[in-house]
């Protein structure tokens, strides 16, 4: 967690803006569109479930652009949530400023601890009802948007990703709303813990499997895969 964000028994945090990308060039996906350079949206906006990956419009945020709708948005990718804190820390790194929406979020946060989210945290955010689901892998998309030498390896060692978000309740955000983590989840699977799992320390992958019915379909899958192949004898740890 970073010193400057509220630790989870604060459990609030205001928006500091909600953010939507256009559609752009993708310097990594040759003559593809891509949505990842999002910026503050005047007024307040509906927050909704967009459907299944593929199947819907991808964003939960309306006015939101998402190019590679193949692993990219549906409903367990429905807003993606940042902290301003974080933003910080990286323009003061990189020597830059990074306005809100930089790291391709529909949700710049402050006074909230993001990071430290466990799988099926819920939070009221304005009106809406949001639920965590797992942690941002970066891409070759993030990659080349930065323009930063080594940035996958710079942003994954670093290990603050910010949380995917599902909407369990359609409402409506504008910048200033409260944050609010109104369940934290009864196991300790968190985002940090997932997103080590799914790149760095795939041997974690069995313990995600604690997270119960707090682990999306896609990750829950891998997880159960990663127990079928351990040698007899192994714990779900390893």
């Keep these: 967690m970073s010193p400057a964000q509220a630790s989870p028994a604060d459990a609030a945090?205001?928006?500091r803006s909600v953010n939507a990308g256009r559609p752009e060039p993708d310097p990594a996906r040759r003559g593809r569109p891509t949505g990842i350079h999002k910026h503050p949206?005047?007024?307040p906006v509906a927050l909704r479930d967009p459907g299944p990956r593929g199947g819907g419009p991808g964003s939960g945020v309306p006015a939101d652009f998402i190019g590679d709708a193949r692993h990219h948005g549906g409903r367990d990718q429905a807003v993606y949530a940042f902290a301003r804190e974080e933003l910080d820390h990286w323009a003061r790194e990189l020597g830059r400023e990074l306005?809100?929406?930089?790291f391709g979020e529909n949700l710049t946060l402050e006074g909230f601890a993001v990071?430290?989210?466990?799988?099926?945290?819920r939070w009221r955010v304005g009106t809406a009802l949001l639920q965590v689901t797992d942690a941002r892998i970066p891409c070759g998309t993030f990659r080349a948007a930065m323009q930063v030498r080594g940035w996958l390896r710079r942003f994954t060692e670093r290990g603050c990703t910010?949380?995917?978000?599902r909407v369990l309740e359609p409402g409506t955000v504008r910048a200033g709303d409260r944050v609010e983590l109104v369940h934290r989840a009864?196991?300790?699977v968190g985002v940090r813990d997932a997103f080590r799992a799914q790149t760095t320390d795939r041997?974690?992958?069995?313990?995600l499997l604690a997270a119960g019915p707090d682990l999306r379909p896609e990750l829950r899958a891998a997880a159960e895969r990663a127990v079928a192949e351990q040698p007899p004898g192994s714990g779900r740890d390893g």
């Design 203 to 207: 041997g974690r992958l069995p313990a």
């Design 115 to 121: 990071d430290d989210a466990r799988l099926g945290d």
């Design 13 to 15: 945090g205001r928006v």
């Design 99 to 102: 306005p809100d929406g930089s």
């Design 41 to 43: 949206v005047d007024g």
């Design 186 to 188: 009864g196991h300790r």
């Design 162 to 165: 910010g949380a995917y978000l």
